[in-house]
């Protein structure tokens, strides 16, 4: 096992003068579990090749364990990738894609079959070994691409948008299997999705990119609870959370028709009249039918999920229209094109600077 260190890691690819990775630094701990997320395009895939060894590094370093291996070819890093599109080879049974790497690296045929049937029990595959790819479902395949990296045994594994093939119920139990599998084999993992859920739900420490710069490296719960600017407050958490600027009022922030104690030191710090105000959909308080507290909320689309409900409406805020979420029970769901008094409750907001997106709240 291995620690796995970005030192300033930077990509640039030719013809481009922005790099594609900006001095990345990452420091992941020997067995845990990384997931580096952020929209198409934001660096999150060509980290993981530069950690693989299939991208050059044009500035810093990457390290595994103690050894730089800046610019070591792939085959010598002691990593093992699982790609999006499996890379199966179609002509080879289950047993012998899952052992060809060991084969080519002269193992001896009854240790190769060996380490393949203990992975094949693990990723219940046992009765599949005898199949070729096209043979099996999508999770299957999966399974495959996952028991070839095991038997291999390296340092660290990379993967790279594993489940995106998959339809959404095999994601949600794949990636169950893969978070515990991981945690049972104790190999440090550094796995590449732009889906948040799976993100948060599967990683140790989840890094946030956007346009080759890293936003935020933290623990799922920290980064939903305190996420660093603007850009992880909207990105992390389904629904997304609701970002209003709102003016800067005596003792907190005007909300519509009620004015919101914040932290004043978030206030001191702000630099503009306003500030940018954050709030989860779980995070409001409904008012009463009778009230006029708070922002009013026209209904335009209920999701009802039946424990609880999500509410898709239209706010005022100021002279624009606002596009808010609220999570509301299931048993008291509004009716589309009602209005609903809406306060975010005290102490669950977050303050943001309108200009920079800095947080500015603790």
């Given at each position: 096992m291995a620690t796995v260190s970005f030192d300033k890691a930077t990509r640039i690819y030719p013809g481009s003068d922005k790099p594609a990775v900006d001095a990345l630094d990452i420091q992941i701990e020997d067995g845990e579990f990384l997931v580096l997320v952020g929209p198409s395009g934001c660096g999150k895939s060509t980290s993981l090749r530069m950690l693989a060894g299939l991208e050059d590094v044009n500035g810093g370093a990457i390290r595994i364990g103690d050894r730089d291996v800046t610019h070591l070819p792939p085959k010598d890093r002691d990593i093992a990738m699982v790609f999006q599109n499996y890379a199966l080879y179609p002509h080879m049974t289950v047993a012998d894609n899952m052992g060809f790497a060991l084969k080519i690296a002269g193992v001896p045929k009854a240790e190769i079959k060996q380490k393949v049937e203990d992975a094949a029990k693990i990723l219940d595959l046992t009765e599949y070994l005898g199949r070729k790819p096209k043979a099996l479902s999508g999770?299957?395949?999966?399974?495959?691409?996952?028991?070839?990296?095991?038997?291999?045994?390296?340092?660290?594994?990379?993967?790279?948008?594993?489940?995106?093939?998959?339809d959404a119920k095999l994601r949600v139990s794949t990636r169950t299997q893969i978070a515990s599998l991981q945690r049972r084999?104790?190999?440090?993992?550094?796995?590449?999705?732009?889906?948040?859920?799976?993100?948060?739900?599967?990683?140790?420490?989840?890094?946030?990119?956007?346009?080759?710069?890293?936003?935020?490296?933290?623990?799922?719960?920290?980064?939903?609870?305190?996420?660093?600017?603007?850009?992880?407050?909207?990105?992390?958490?389904?629904?997304?959370?609701?970002?209003?600027?709102?003016?800067?009022?005596?003792?907190?922030?005007?909300?519509?028709k009620s004015v919101v104690p914040v932290d004043r030191?978030?206030?001191?710090?702000?630099?503009?009249?306003?500030?940018?105000?954050?709030?989860?959909?779980?995070?409001?308080?409904?008012?009463?039918?009778?009230?006029?507290?708070?922002?009013?909320?026209?209904?335009?689309?209920?999701?009802?999920?039946?424990?609880?409900?999500?509410?898709?409406?239209?706010?005022?805020?100021?002279?624009?229209?606002?596009?808010?979420?609220?999570?509301?029970?299931?048993?008291?769901?509004?009716?589309?094109?009602?209005?609903?008094?809406?306060?975010?409750r005290a102490g669950e907001t977050h303050v943001f600077s309108t200009s920079t997106g800095a947080r500015l709240s603790d």
């Open positions: 999770g299957q395949r999966q399974r495959v691409a996952m028991g070839r990296a095991i038997v291999r045994e390296p340092q660290v594994f990379l993967m790279d948008e594993p489940l995106s093939n998959l084999l104790g190999i440090t993992t550094v796995y590449v999705t732009h889906d948040q859920v799976e993100a948060m739900t599967m990683g140790d420490r989840v890094a946030v990119l956007k346009d080759g710069l890293l936003q935020q490296v933290d623990t799922p719960r920290n980064m939903y609870d305190r996420p660093a600017n603007l850009f992880v407050a909207g990105f992390i958490g389904s629904p997304a959370m609701n970002l209003v600027e709102v003016p800067i009022a005596d003792g907190g922030v005007k909300f519509g030191d978030a206030l001191s710090a702000a630099t503009d009249k306003t500030v940018t105000v954050g709030v989860r959909p779980e995070h409001f308080d409904v008012a009463g039918a009778e009230s006029e507290q708070g922002l009013a909320v026209t209904v335009n689309v209920v999701e009802e999920l039946g424990a609880d409900a999500y509410v898709y409406g239209t706010a005022k805020v100021g002279d624009d229209s606002k596009d808010l979420v609220v999570r509301v029970s299931g048993r008291a769901v509004p009716e589309k094109g009602s209005t609903l008094h809406v306060v975010p």
